[in-house]
Nanobody, 121 residues
């Protein structure tokens, strides 16, 4: 499984971005997908996850009101819609694939390369 994340960039506080993660390889659609982020000097932080069929989602409590995860199985793509962005949301965002829906980094087998989100105040 190969994952390619994109969509990061510079946005003003209060703005929105939509990240995409395209998967390729065997049975990508059978994997749960997650987003994590890592700010400079910090550990990876769980953001959101979605089940293989898209029917179940989990979010970090602090982000669930502003972020939305979704997937388009026909396109092998997972999205992260981020609204009302804050400077503290700035980080490298990673997508990852797991056999089941999890919120812990160690449970994810495959990782994309990350996309940088910068939020100006």
């Amino acid at each position: 499984v190969q994952l390619q994340a994109s969509g990061g960039g510079l946005v003003q506080a209060g703005g929105s971005l939509r990240l995409s993660c395209v998967g390729s390889g065997r049975a990508v659609s059978s994997y749960a997908m997650g987003w994590f982020r890592q700010a400079p000097g910090k550990e990876h932080e769980f953001v959101a996850t979605i089940s293989s069929r898209g029917g179940t989602t989990f979010y970090a409590d602090s982000l669930k009101d502003r972020f939305t995860i979704s997937r388009d199985s026909a396109k092998n793509t997972v999205y992260l819609q981020m609204d009302s962005l804050k400077p503290e949301d700035a980080a490298v965002y990673y997508c990852a694939a797991s056999p089941m829906i999890y919120t812990t980094k160690i449970s994810y087998e495959y990782w994309g390369q990350g996309t940088l989100v910068t939020v100006s105040s």
